[in-house]
């Protein structure tokens, strides 16, 4: 079932700026919504969700609203880069964030990721339990963007 | 003269094939062999006729040298200028060069007592953009920026944040405090990463980007136990590195690793990794840390870079060079995110030229990639 969703022009901007839609988010948020494969922020009630939308991986951070089946968009941005898996754990490095699924907090952690056929490891979240993983905004948004630039050029 | 006038132009043909030879280890692309990185800083200055003075403080004049020699001795296509008290002024030491070292801090130390460790202020990112390590570093990356583009890369080094915090106290005062008071330890390093941090961040500002250098130097082996140098090093390196990318710096890390960590160095798995990160491990015990142990430690996690011991740099004689050299070449081809040839630290000065040009033979006798 399609969810609805709502952003403010602000988010609406800051997704442009990120070559992301409204569209991309939808999806994102309806493909989650039904796997409930997410990370979420218990004391600001968001959720963490990504899905693979062509050759990006979009993620969407977004709340419930009071209003059944829609939820309020605050930010979503993606990379290139292709997520494998996680391949060390740090246990004792605890984030806020926690699996929807697994009830655990997660982790942080090393994940090895692929672009142009080459892998190399980038700092992510993990559940501890069932793997799931995620990008946080930041590093998406400024160390993985200029990884991407700087794989590219150096492959060239 | 100007400083754009001591040095031939860069040979571009050279500069090209290096390009190529240098990326190879960070996109899987093997050109012709390994590279070759004996951290050439001061010695620039002096193969090229200058004092190690006036590499630290002349930085267009010391990273211009450093840009010469690295096509000289058909080592890296970027070049690079740095020290090791970097941040300390902004945190209140008197550092100055001497004929001999690059700077040092003065006595007495800013941090006499527990109470000037609450009394220290981090400078904010622009109050670190107008201080003394900043400018340096801005006068040499500028020039770098205008004058030689084509070799630009700007470093954030970060040194090693325990032996930072040590300069502030004194080493020895600093390490009794690790034992006896580790928590006002833990409030120094904080406010010492902090200030790196945003020393990261500011150059970031400047120039786009910034490779952070980082080190364990103090933090080793033979001075702390391995829950110490997790505790008061890779703890707190981790948190510098997340505060910098976060501000923009990176991707590129380069972990410096000097001295003994034998007993630490699987630890350093919990360093912060990106897709450009770069370890670099001196010494296991006495001797030069094992190549074939770091290929397989480090060899699914980073580009590794093995070390050729710099007392052999300096005292040679060059076969000796080759042979060490050789050996730490060999496992290098099993690296599967590349390698490049390193020194333990910094080379040192004075070292002949020989010993590098032992190091670049060996390299293309055994580096090579088929």
Redesign the interface.
Known sequence: MAQKITLTKEVEDLLKGRGLSKDDVAQVVDDVEATKKKFYLPKENKYLGKKIIGNVTAYTIYSPTTEKDVFAIHSAYGHK?RMKEP??L?TE?VQEWECFTCKQKAVSG?ID?E?????????GITCPNCKLSFIEE??AT???V??ET??EK??A | MSVEELFPKTDMTWHEKATKRF?GP????PYDRIDIDPIILAHAAVACGYGIRDFYEKPELGIAAVAYINELYDALPVTHWFYSNVWLPELGATVKCTKTLPYIVQEPRPIQNPEDVDKLKVPDVDEVAKGFTFSLYARAYDYVKKNLPHMFVPIHYAFCLYAMAAELVGPEKFIMWTIKQPKLCHKLLKKVADTSANGAIALANRYG?AMMVMGGVLANSTVLRPQQIKEFAIDYH?YLV?KA??G?A??QLWYHLCGDHAGDYQLW??A??????VMHIGYHGREVFPADLLVKEFG???TVMPSVDTKLLYFGPPSAVYEQSKKQLLPLKEAK?GAVLGATCEVPPNAPPSSILAMLKAARDHGKYV
Request: zero cysteines; aromatic letters at 10%.
């Open positions: 880069i391949v060390r740090i490095d090393t990721m672009y142009l056929g080459i892998t190399r490891a980038a700092p930041d590093i400024k160390t993985l200029i990884a700087l794989l150096k492959r | 990326a960070f996109v899987d692309v980007f981790r997340r990318l976060k923009g990176g991707p798995k919990d912060y990794i990106t897709p450009f990160t699914n996690l980073a995110r």
